[in-house]
């Protein structure tokens, strides 16, 4: 029995280590306190820090093939340093600094779900000779869900104030990210 749990902890670490490694490649990192170098803005709702990440959504058309339209696509998530910030002034210890960049992680991990879930349907994809609309009507509704869950995240967590729900989202994050490995590239 205590072979098996053994035998189980390695193939989660090795999981674990192949995830970390793939979103590696993809761009995906953990924030630090030197990502933020932005001015801090009075929002009115105690926000503490603001992490700015943008997607750049670009393709071009690489031909027909069977009838659909090829597209190559280049999607790359952006973490905006020079517009996130931390008001460093309202963070009084390490302890509350850690709590403040690991919500902030939450914001970049949306950021790179969003990415993913663009590049996996841009994959998934046949594109009629419409591709300029049906592309950017992809990328709408998909920037549109994770705009509202990026909402429902600050409003579940208070703001990172709220340490009970601001543990399940670090558990969703977790799972997602194990269970959703990156996709390099799209196109066909």
Same mark, same amino acid.
């Given at each position: ?144 869900? &994770? ?5 429902? &995240? ?17 558990? &969703? ?16």
């Amino acid at each position: 029995m205590r072979l098996i749990f053994v035998g189980m902890i390695c193939i989660l670490g090795l999981t674990l280590c192949v995830v970390d490694s793939a979103f590696a490649q993809s761009g995906y990192r953990q924030l630090t306190a030197n990502d933020f170098r932005g001015v801090p803005q009075v929002t009115g709702d105690n926000t503490v820090a603001h992490t700015k990440c943008t997607i750049d959504f670009k393709y071009n058309l690489a031909g027909v093939q069977d009838g659909a339209y090829v597209l190559n696509f280049d999607v790359r998530l952006l973490l905006r340093p020079d517009k996130s910030w931390i008001d460093f002034r309202r963070v009084n210890s390490q302890a509350m600094l850690r709590r403040v960049l690991n919500h902030e992680q939450g914001h970049y991990n949306i950021s790179c779900l969003e990415q993913q879930e663009i590049l996996r349907e841009c994959n998934r994809m046949r594109f009629s000779e419409n591709y300029r609309y049906e592309a950017s009507t992809l990328f709408n509704r998909i920037h549109n869900k &994770y705009a509202v869950l990026n909402e429902n &995240y600050d409003e579940d967590t208070r703001h990172m104030l709220d340490d009970k729900q601001q543990h399940s989202w670090d558990v &969703y994050f977790q799972r997602r990210l194990m269970y959703e490995p990156p996709v390099a590239k799209a196109g066909y």
